[in-house]
């Protein structure tokens, strides 16, 4: 069968936390202006993550940002300046499911909202690192059992790797299709809305901005982002990504200590700003 002709670049499309920014959380200087050369070749940017959208407002204004933004690992899409234009929502008796197992391997749970997050432990693990990332305090609930309606995206949080594995294959199990179940980092097990990920967000994104898939240039490191790399005309991963990921993209950049975005949108991207793909890995 003949290969699709693959079109210009239009738009690129990155993942946040291990891609854009640094182990710090910070933007360099150099990643930004690699947005802004983007900008200046007539090509589109945006960000697609696992975290709620409050928790993207300062990268969004760092970057000055200007298209739909996906948070939630395809839960949620929301404007540049964070008003929801599409929500999905974890099914009620899915969240129950799920957090009956984090309570059996002894694995804390966070719950999201639109507006929130809330847990049980304010000094559980990874607890302050979040609400460092997402510039916003955890509400702390006695019964997170109470609160599963309206949820956008759970996470099962560890400093066990490997308990944090079982208890997915746990979860797996249980849930099945209900919801979508993914490692965002190797100590959060991401659930949100069955039927949603992050290659929902670049279907979302073609269906409003009128592109098609062969134009756009997906970027990540983790699991979660395999499914965007399965939507786009090509896929980059970061050099810090485990070999699995790798394998699952087209080519392969420097870590995000590197400024390995940058380094692809230099090296990868611009190189084809005029021109198709090329129908090769790298």
Request: aromatic share 6%.
């Amino acid at each position: 069968m003949t290969e699709p002709q693959l079109s210009r670049i239009s738009l690129v499309v990155s993942d946040v936390d291990g891609t854009l920014l640094r182990n710090d959380k910070t933007l360099s200087a150099r990643n930004r202006q690699a947005v802004q050369r983007l900008a200046e070749h007539g090509i589109g940017f945006t960000i697609n993550s696992s975290r709620p959208p409050f928790g993207l407002r300062r990268l969004s204004e760092q970057l000055g940002l200007k298209l739909p933004v996906g948070a939630y690992n395809g839960g949620m899409v929301v404007a540049p300046d964070l008003a929801v234009l599409e929500q999905r929502l974890i099914r009620p008796d899915a969240a129950l499911k799920a957090l009956a197992i984090f309570r059996s391997f002894a694995v804390d749970a966070w719950i999201f909202t639109a507006d929130g997050w809330s847990t049980q432990n304010r000094q559980g693990a990874y607890v302050a690192r979040e609400t460092r990332t997402i510039e916003v305090q955890p509400t702390i609930i006695a019964r997170l059992e109470d609160h599963i309606e309206g949820l956008t995206k759970m996470v099962g949080v560890s400093a066990d790797p490997q308990k944090l594995t079982s208890c997915e294959a746990a979860v797996r199990g249980m849930i099945g299709d209900d919801a979508t179940i993914a490692r965002s980092q190797d100590y959060y097990l991401d659930i949100t809305p069955g039927g949603t990920n992050k290659g929902t967000i670049i279907t979302d994104l073609i269906g409003r901005l009128g592109l098609v898939a062969s134009g756009i240039v997906s970027i990540g490191d983790m699991e979660n982002d395999v499914s965007m790399f399965r939507q786009s005309g090509f896929s980059i991963a970061m050099g810090n990504a485990n070999p699995v990921v790798k394998q699952q993209a087209d080519a392969v950049t420097l870590s995000n200590e590197e400024d390995g975005f940058a380094d692809a949108i230099e090296r990868l991207v611009l190189p084809r700003a005029t021109r198709t793909f090329d129908n090769v890995r790298e």
